[in-house]
């Protein structure tokens, strides 16, 4: 996962005259995250826990404190986990820290995809610094921080829970708050740029494999495992979208837009797993996910209440229910011969080492529970505190751009445009000044 990734990818897949918009967002949110990350995000999901409750509660393990990683004994210390299950970091806080940071900003860059093309800029400007403080920290904390579910036993590899399967119910909930889209772009929601969408989902696959590769924390044979899953699922997912829109559909042809999915179905499906499961495993995941995802697309979404929301680029189901399937399969597929090696605490042998085991594998429902009810906790918390976010931020600078501005789009917002040359495609509209009056 890359920004530059997302932002072009984003800026193929809407409508020309919100290119800009929509890539000034992704930066702007990227940027964001950055600050609240450096003074107080790190510590709330990954520094010592603050302790709410008796111990082992679900208080005791719900979040970390307010304090900020700016001064030189914060960056360059040794990085200490809140997860007691991983052994003292030999690399300094800021590595651990950056790292962490390019999840949490890519969750926001995520479900803004259901809201584009006629979110208020700066309603954007708001949501972002709030929803990582009061969804991201939390849901980061109770799963990779040593929280009450990771307590339990839950496990989330690289985010199919903490990330995608959050992303995909704010992204629903917020697009039903802030409304639809103009008709008019609804009706004409066709991608700007093809080229761009390429470019930018190549990025992005590319970039998966340092998401998934580095969250072992060291080059080693789960880092390669993970890698090589990655890939592999999604494989398998571009091939079984593509072939189920053959198959399947009116059209009975394939698309770059549906293997463009599919993608994002494997890519987003093996997250949660990529560690924990094999070959195998990481066939089935790449495939069970797909096929769910590309019903729900394509019968789900016209029942409601999917059919009355306005999700623009349909986060809700490449992220939210990919996430969640991949999550579930944890608990199914694991494979408790996929050792994660380098970790003290609650092991299961005496090699210092960590494994998962699913029901496949003879094993206990156990942990299929135990990932069933971080789901739940996800999908409530993040629906909940993202209506209360948005309701704020709707009451203090409205979160909707007015009729006029969505008609015109870019230049409406930022005086710019991605592509200022006329086209035989929309006027272009002149800002009131030029920035290359002096090139």
């Known amino acids: 996962m890359s920004l530059p990734g997302l932002a072009v990818l984003y800026g193929g897949l809407v409508r020309k005259k919100w290119i800009v918009n929509t890539m000034m967002m992704c930066f702007t949110g990227f940027a964001l995250t950055l600050i609240v990350w450096m003074l107080w995000g790190y510590n709330l999901a990954f520094g010592p826990q603050a302790h709410f409750g ?15 990683i700016a001064s030189a004994f914060a960056e360059q210390g040794q990085a200490v986990s809140g997860a007691n299950t991983l052994i003292p970091f030999h690399f300094p806080t800021a590595t651990l820290a950056y790292f962490q940071f390019v999840f949490a900003a890519i969750t926001p860059l995520l479900f803004l995809g259901g809201l584009v093309g006629r979110l208020k800029f700066k309603a954007w400007l708001l949501i972002v610094p709030l929803w990582i403080t009061m969804v991201y920290c939390v849901n980061a904390a109770l799963l990779w921080g040593g929280g009450f579910f990771a307590q339990k036993g839950a496990v989330d590899f690289s985010g199919g829970y903490v990330i995608h399967l959050s992303a995909g119910c704010a992204a629903f909930v917020g697009a039903a708050i802030v409304g639809p889209r103009r008709w008019q772009d609804r009706e004409n929601a066709f991608p700007s740029n093809l080229m761009m969408v390429a470019v930018g989902i190549g990025i992005v696959w590319l970039g998966w494999n340092g998401f998934n590769g580095g969250d072992p924390f060291y080059a080693g044979a789960d880092a390669a495992s993970a890698v090589l899953n990655t890939n592999v699922a999604t494989a398998v997912g571009l091939l079984v979208w593509m072939f189920m829109d053959m198959l399947f559909t009116k059209q009975k042809k394939a698309t770059f837009l549906g293997a ?180």
């Not at 008796?54 to 900020?68: D, V």
């Not at 096929?291 to 992220?319: C, E, M, Q």
């Not at 976010?389 to 969505?406: M, N």
Request: hydrophobic share 50%; proline share 4%.
């Open 54 to 68: 008796a111990t082992g509660s679900f208080w005791s393990g719900f979040i970390g404190h307010f304090k900020p």
């Open 260 to 439: 463009l999915n599919g993608m994002l179905c494997g890519l987003v499906a093996i997250t949660p797993s990529a560690g924990w499961v094999n070959g195998t495993g990481a066939i089935l995941v790449g495939l069970i996910a797909t096929v769910i995802v590309w019903f729900a697309w394509n019968y789900l979404s016209k029942v409601r209440p999917f059919s009355k929301v306005d999700d623009a680029l349909g986060v809700v189901y490449t992220h939210g229910i990919a996430g969640l399937t991949g999550g579930l399969l944890v608990g199914i597929l694991a494979d408790p011969h996929m050792i994660e090696y380098g970790v003290v605490g609650k092991v299961y042998d005496a090699a210092g080492s960590f494994s998962v085991a699913g029901w496949f594998y003879g094993h206990s429902m156990h942990q299929l529970w135990e990932q069933f009810l971080a789901a739940l906790w996800v999908i409530g918390w993040t629906s909940f505190m993202t209506a209360l976010i948005f309701f704020v931020v709707k009451k203090t600078v409205g979160l909707r751009e007015s009729d006029e501005v969505l008609a015109i789009g870019d230049i409406a917002i930022h005086e710019e445009e991605a592509f200022p040359e006329p086209t035989f495609g929309e006027p272009v509209m002149t800002p009131s000044h030029s920035h290359t009056d002096n090139i």
